[in-house]
Nanobody, 124 residues
Framework: QVQLLESGGGLVQAGGSLRLSCLVS????????MGWFRQAPGNERTFVAG????????SYADSVKGRFTISRDNGKHTVFLQMNSLKPEDSAVYYC?????????????????WGQGTQVTVSS
């Protein structure tokens, strides 16, 4: 059974930074593309960033490009989302998601497994 466990969310002031982590178990991690999505109240869940199984290919939503960085440590079965220069509009529940192959994708329905989510709140 594949399990994803996010951590690292919290409350931060605008301009600050947070690093989210997602520990994955139950699957060969290095052959699994990973993604981060977010959902604010009243909004749809949207793509934030994705990374290929080997880590060489990344993709970002335009709204976070240049501020967020996705990375992974395959030895530790963990994917990270470093979030810098945070804005109030970044406030949301952030979800980690896993695909069943190594290719990066941006659509939710391309991801088979999901974590429970971690809350990020950015105060102005």
């Amino acid at each position: 059974q594949v399990q994803l466990l996010e951590s690292g969310g919290g409350l931060v002031q605008a301009g600050g930074s947070l690093r989210l982590s997602c520990l994955v178990s139950g699957r060969t991690f290095s052959s699994t593309a990973m993604g981060w999505f977010r959902q604010a109240p009243g909004n749809e869940r949207t793509f934030v960033a994705g990374i290929s199984g080997g880590g060489s290919i990344t993709s970002y939503a335009d709204s976070v490009k240049g501020r967020f960085t996705i990375s992974r440590d395959n030895g530790k079965h963990t994917v990270f989302l470093q979030m810098n220069s945070l804005k109030p509009e970044d406030s949301a529940v952030y979800y980690c998601a896993a695909r069943v192959n190594t290719l990066v994708r941006r659509l939710q329905n391309e991801y088979a497994y999901w974590g429970q989510g971690t809350q990020v709140t950015v105060s102005s």
